[in-house]
């Protein structure tokens, strides 16, 4: 039996559940994005998961991850005009990125942002998504 990714014990199931196949490059591909959690691109992904499974194509990897983001399994994360970048924390967060490595990490949300009452919104709106992102430099950019 294949290993089960031990971040996520209902990956077998979401896939599953969502009328996708288990493959080998699934796999593969959400196992990357659970090992650095550094936020890679496509391209990032396709170049760690070739270490296991050589073969594997760009495509496979671009349809692997609209897969894993279909099953709620990853999310994507837009910075600019850059790149889409992948992240499996499905936690509310935001994101911190790099002004000069560019580098981008998860931070938490303080609870008023989940709701929408950091910010004074007008009457009778309601929020169903937060993204924050905070542009900054990292402890290693900031010497």
């Known amino acids: 039996m294949p290993k089960q990714p031990s971040s996520n014990p209902g990956y077998e199931e979401r896939i599953s559940h969502n009328g996708h196949r288990l493959t080998p490059q699934r796999r593969e591909v959400y196992e990357v994005l659970l090992a ?38 990853a999310r994507q994360v837009n910075v600019d005009r850059e790149a889409t970048r992948y992240c499996p924390n499905l936690n509310a967060h935001g994101h911190f990125i790099c002004e000069r490595c560019g580098k981008v990490l998860d931070v938490p949300l303080a609870k008023g942002a989940l709701s929408g009452q950091l910010w004074q919104l007008p009457k009778h709106f309601t929020v169903s998504q937060t993204e924050v992102t905070i542009r900054g430099l990292c402890p290693g950019c900031d010497t």
């Open 36 to 73: 650095e959690r550094d936020h890679p691109t496509a391209t990032e992904v396709f170049l760690r998961a070739k270490k296991k499974i050589p073969g594997i194509s760009l495509a496979t990897v671009y349809n692997c991850l609209e897969t894993l983001v279909d099953c709620g399994l």
